[in-house]
């Protein structure tokens, strides 16, 4: 950790703040807000000819970090917007059978003004959720034996210090025929590479198991060197509860942006938008193939079991 002016130390000291939380910089700072048109597109695939799937579609919502319009919905058939109880998750649901290609197609546009994030611009949090953000999650479990070897667990931790583990603990990768990208702390934790769900659920789980409530939180990477384009896949991150607030961590672009390490501690870029937040998700109307880890595509359900196939066809406008 760089050493912080005195005057910043001082007032962390006061608030009972990180001091990363008011001097996190970088050589270059991202641009406070960014405008942009986002479109959630692709396609159910492989759809045996006449079945009815069941879809459920996480939807963007506004928050004090993010200003989100639906433009257009475009599905086979009806849909209703319905409200995912737990965590107050969006969702579009729909039902349809495929075209002759065997696909189901969909696609949301949105205008979004993503703001940088920081301990001011966040949510507050409520303590009638506090419990909900402490217990642990199928693949997130919180037992010492699962944690022993690179979480302090011999001592009360702070969140900075279960940043720090995990960023020391986890390497950013993805090598082919391994389990990253599920969230799961066990694997994690004895292979010490992953993507960012990796990183993050070993964050969720050190300090849930120090009583921190603590969330997950996922949405899309929006491209900061281009002003339009595809967008592959999505990013994860997460957030703890301190004094009120949900204060914002992103360790693998930390472990990926070393020079950043302090800002992604309290800080966001306005490079992202979010859809949807929390662990083991049991979706409105119920879907019956069990709660599912994190929603980010579409969860799809074909006589009551989960579908996978899935074209993606994400991208990005600049605007203004």
Same mark, same amino acid.
């Given at each position: 950790?760089?050493?912080? $002016?005195?005057?910043?130390?001082?007032?962390?000291?006061?608030? !009972?703040?990180?001091?990363?939380?008011?001097?996190?910089?970088?050589?270059?700072?991202?641009?406070?807000?960014?405008?942009?048109?986002?479109?959630?597109? =692709?396609?159910?695939?492989?759809?045996?000819?006449?079945?009815? &799937?069941? &879809?459920?579609?996480?939807?963007?919502?506004?928050?004090?970090?993010?200003?989100?319009? @639906? @433009?257009?919905?475009?599905?086979?058939?009806?849909?209703?917007?319905?409200?995912?109880?737990?965590?107050?998750?969006?969702?579009?649901?729909?039902?349809?059978?495929?075209?002759?290609?065997?696909?189901?197609?969909?696609?949301?546009?949105?205008? %979004?003004?993503?703001?940088?994030?920081?301990?001011?611009?966040?949510?507050?949090?409520?303590? %009638?959720?506090?419990?909900?953000?402490?217990?642990?999650?199928?693949?997130?479990?919180?037992?010492?034996?699962?944690?022993?070897?690179?979480?302090?667990?011999?001592?009360?931790?702070?969140?900075?210090?279960?940043?720090?583990?995990?960023?020391?603990?986890?390497?950013?990768?993805?090598?082919?025929?391994?389990?990253?990208?599920?969230?799961?702390?066990?694997?994690? %934790?004895?292979? =010490?590479?992953?993507?960012?769900?990796?990183?993050?659920?070993?964050?969720?789980?050190?300090?849930?198991?120090?009583?921190? $409530?603590?969330?997950?939180? @996922? !949405?899309?990477?929006? $491209?900061?060197?281009?002003?339009? !384009?595809?967008?592959?896949?999505?990013? %994860?991150?997460?957030?703890?509860?301190?004094? =009120?607030?949900?204060?914002?961590?992103?360790?693998?672009?930390?472990?990926?942006?070393?020079?950043?390490?302090?800002?992604?501690? =309290?800080?966001?870029?306005?490079?992202?938008?979010?859809?949807?937040?929390?662990?083991?998700?049991?979706?409105?109307?119920?879907?019956?193939? !069990?709660? &599912?880890?994190?929603?980010?595509?579409?969860?799809?359900? @074909?006589?009551?079991?989960?579908?996978? $196939?899935?074209?993606?066809?994400?991208?990005?406008?600049?605007?203004?």
């Amino acid at each position: 950790m760089r050493p912080a $002016p005195l005057l910043a130390l001082l007032v962390a000291a006061l608030l !009972g703040m990180d001091s990363r939380l008011l001097t996190a910089s970088s050589p270059a700072q991202p641009p406070r807000q960014r405008t942009f048109r986002f479109f959630y597109a =692709g396609a159910i695939d492989q759809v045996p000819p006449g079945k009815r &799937v069941r &879809v459920w579609i996480p939807l963007a919502q506004s928050a004090p970090q993010q200003s989100v319009e @639906i @433009i257009e919905i475009n599905v086979p058939g009806e849909y209703r917007i319905t409200r995912e109880a737990a965590h107050g998750n969006a969702l579009l649901y729909f039902e349809a059978t495929p075209n002759a290609a065997g696909r189901i197609p969909f696609r949301i546009v949105y205008r %979004c003004t993503r703001f940088e994030r920081t301990r001011l611009r966040t949510e507050s949090s409520s303590p %009638c959720h506090r419990a909900l953000y402490l217990r642990p999650a199928r693949l997130v479990p919180i037992e010492p034996q699962v944690l022993a070897g690179w979480a302090p667990l011999d001592r009360q931790a702070a969140p900075e210090d279960l940043y720090d583990a995990v960023d020391q603990h986890m390497r950013y990768a993805k090598p082919p025929g391994q389990p990253w990208g599920r969230g799961d702390v066990r694997w994690a %934790c004895g292979s =010490g590479i992953g993507n960012c769900s990796d990183f993050h659920s070993l964050f969720l789980a050190a300090c849930r198991f120090h009583g921190i $409530p603590s969330r997950f939180e @996922i !949405g899309f990477p929006i $491209p900061e060197d281009r002003h339009a !384009g595809k967008v592959p896949g999505y990013h %994860c991150w997460a957030s703890f509860e301190s004094k =009120g607030r949900w204060i914002p961590v992103d360790i693998s672009e930390a472990d990926k942006h070393p020079e950043r390490r302090d800002y992604y501690f =309290g800080h966001l870029d306005p490079h992202r938008i979010r859809f949807s937040v929390g662990r083991d998700l049991l979706l409105e109307p119920p879907n019956q193939s !069990g709660p &599912v880890n994190f929603l980010i595509y579409p969860h799809v359900e @074909i006589d009551g079991r989960n579908h996978t $196939p899935l074209v993606k066809d994400f991208e990005f406008e600049e605007e203004g």
